[in-house]
Every structure is written in C-alpha cells, then in structure tokens.
C-alpha cells in the first residue's frame, strides 16, 4: 500500500532534490527555482500555485489556491524574516494555511528563539534546512 504523500513530505522531497541537482549555487538561485517548483507542485494536491501573491502591501512567494480562496502560503527564507510572519498573520485572517521553508545557516537554538518570537502559537508549519551555498562576492567601493 503506497504512503499517502502530505504537504511537508513532498516540500522536503522537493528541497532536497533541487539541492542535488543544482549543487553549490548562489542562495537566490535556489530560492528561485524553488519557489517555481513550489508553484508547479500545488497541481498535485488539487490546487494552483502562484509566486509574489500580493497582501497587505507585501509578496508573498508562493500560494496555493483552490477556487480563488488561498489555502496555503508558503515563505522561503534564508534569513530570520519577520516579515514573513507579518504575512502569515493576514493569511491566516483570510483561512490560509501556512509553511516557513528555511534554509538558514543559523544555529537551531537561534531559529527556535526567533520561532518562539514570530510564531508562539506554533501554528505555521515550519521546514528546516541547513544548506550550503557559494558566497556572494560584495564589492565595496572607496568613499573618497
């Protein structure tokens, strides 16, 4: 008998096989092609996916919808973003679902405090990864 396949299961499934086939890229290019990924999968649970969904003046990265109505929004994040959470609440005001995608390279007691402070009812599902990712080279220029 086959496993029925949940929501986190195929995000995680998803995450970790864009990893191994992009490798070591840049982290903007992960969080792009997984937020297009991300879009596409929302077909197999009977939904249609959309990227940069607009709410409170905000983007969301991706939602799912089912008939116009949002049922999951899902953020991906290589930093702690509280801003994400902001979104979240006003989804959640509208009946949304929500999912953290992070990939941070912070330390699990640094994402748990952040956590117990942005979602301290536990009531966004939250997935964990800790990835790497070539650095970006930042140039800085002389001010005289």
């Known amino acids: 008998m086959e496993e029925k396949k949940t929501v986190l299961s195929a995000v995680e499934t998803l995450m970790d ?3 191994a086939e ?5 982290s903007y290019t992960y969080h792009k092609q997984l937020q297009n990924r991300l879009v596409d999968l929302a077909s197999q649970f009977n939904c249609v996916g959309e990227a940069e969904y607009k709410i409170i003046g905000k983007s969301v990265d991706v939602v799912w919808k089912r008939r116009e109505k ?4 899902i953020e991906i994040d290589r930093r702690l973003n ?5 979104k979240f609440e006003a989804i959640k005001r509208i009946g949304g679902k929500t999912l ?9 007691e640094k994402i748990d405090q952040f956590l117990q402070k942005v979602n301290p009812n536990n009531d966004t599902h939250t997935i964990r990864k800790r990835l790497k990712f070539k650095k970006t080279i930042r140039k800085y220029h002389d001010t005289k």
Request: aromatic share 20%.
């Open 22 to 26: 992009l490798g070591e890229v840049y």
């Open 100 to 108: 953290w995608v992070s990939y941070s390279h912070k330390k699990d």
């Open 17 to 19: 096989d864009l990893y």
């Open 82 to 86: 509280e801003n994400s959470f902001i």
């Open 70 to 73: 949002v049922m999951l929004a």
